[in-house]
């Protein structure tokens, strides 16, 4: 019981943010759900709480560039994929890619349904 505020407040703030944010796909649903929510100092109505921000000290303009190179390749190679007519989600045995994915090779190679990158 001593160890059950953090847990619970930080699943409060991420069902909350959940909710606005599906919220205009989905509104009526959303709204009953957020009408039960033991949040203090709420909105009324979700549709007229603030959207979720996030704090500047979590942005991180480097990692969102690599991300959005493993983006961009993804995008290139399911392009290549359809101009070749190959069978979407169907695994290709090899893309060959040049520079820098970082971390992203997983996301890559998943995404774009290949086997393994060269």
């Given at each position: 019981p001593?160890?059950?505020?953090?847990?619970?407040?930080?699943l409060l703030k991420a069902i909350d943010a959940f909710l606005k944010m599906f919220s205009p796909v989905m509104p009526h649903i959303t709204e009953e759900l957020y009408s039960y929510l033991p949040i203090k100092g709420k909105s009324a109505f979700l549709m007229s709480a603030?959207?979720?921000?996030?704090?500047?000290?979590?942005?991180?303009a480097k990692a969102e560039a690599g991300i959005e190179r493993v983006f961009d390749a993804t995008r290139a190679l399911r392009a290549l994929r359809a101009e070749l007519d190959l069978t979407p989600m169907k695994i290709a045995?090899?893309?060959?890619v040049e520079g820098d994915l970082g971390n992203g090779e997983f996301v890559l190679r998943t995404q774009a349904w290949f086997e393994k990158l060269e």
């Open positions: 001593a160890m059950r505020a953090t847990p619970q407040w930080v603030a959207w979720p921000t996030m704090p500047d000290s979590l942005l991180d045995p090899v893309a060959f």
